[in-house]
T-cell receptor, first 111, second 114 residues
Framework: DAKTTQPPSMDCAEGRAANLPCNHS???????VYWYRQIHSQGPQYIIH???NNETNEMASLIITEDRKSSTLILPHATLRDTAVYYC????????????FGTGTRLAVRP | GAVVSQHPSWVICKSGTSVKIECRSL??????MFWYRQFPKQSLMLMAT?????????EQGVEKDKFLINHASLTLSTLTVTSAHPEDSSFYIC??????????FGPGTRLTVL
């Protein structure tokens, strides 16, 4: 299964957009990109996923590059409650439908 | 959205005792449930995958005789930590659902073994 690389930490100001990058250069054609986040001492929360097209929902937008080797999760107007660890996960049949969590990006939203 | 609950949310037990953690999908049926463990300041590590009505599949390095998993119905899976020791103290999280849809996570159970 494809591995992902994320910066260990980022911060942004409240009300501004938070752009979280993820590299997945070994992704294969049938693998999806999923994003989850984990607020301290809670279970992970699903955010969004995509295959090759950009996706948007009520929580975030996902931008996937044309070669699919990287993606960016965008929180359009970050709030203090968005402070969490964000995980980018690549998943497909080759990984047996299992989520493999890396170290993620710790996002701190500043007041 | 779909809700997954865990019980208890936290538990403290003496070394050598067994602890059972329940994971329930409240408003949907889950054919597959996953159990994870998370040590402080570390990421989630998958322990095992359980399918309703069949034996769980354990990840490498996870002792199946120590971490007993039962998935007797489409809405309930249990994890029993047998003969718990202080090194088993951790945050245990379950998830339910199928991939390619969202995988729904429970709130986690914090186990402390004295």
């Amino acid at each position: 299964d494809a591995k992902t690389t994320q910066p260990p930490s980022m911060d942004c100001a409240e009300g501004r957009a938070a752009n979280l990058p993820c590299n997945h250069s070994t992704i294969s054609g049938n693998e999806y990109v999923y994003w989850y986040r984990q607020i301290h001492s809670q279970g992970p929360q699903y955010i969004i996923h995509g295959l090759k097209n950009n996706e948007t929902n009520e929580m975030a937008s996902l931008i996937i590059t044309e070669d699919r080797k990287s993606s960016t999760l965008i929180l359009p107007h970050a709030t203090l409650r968005d402070t969490a660890v964000y995980y980018c996960i690549v998943i497909g049949k080759s990984s047996g439908d299992k989520l493999t969590f890396g170290t993620g990006t710790r996002l701190a939203v500043r007041p | 959205g779909a809700v997954v609950s865990q019980h208890p949310s936290w538990v403290i037990c003496k070394s050598g005792t067994s602890v059972k953690i329940e994971c329930r999908s409240l408003d949907f049926q889950a054919t597959t449930m996953f159990w994870y463990r998370q040590f402080p300041k570390q990421s989630l590590m998958l322990m095992a995958t359980s399918n309703e009505g069949s034996k769980a599949t354990y990840e490498q390095g996870v002792e199946k005789d120590k971490f007993l998993i039962n998935h007797a119905s489409l809405t309930l899976s249990t994890l029993t930590v047998t003969s718990a020791h202080p090194e088993d103290s951790s945050f245990y999280i379950c998830s339910a659902g199928t991939l390619y849809n969202e995988q729904f996570f429970g709130p986690g159970t914090r186990l402390t073994v004295l």
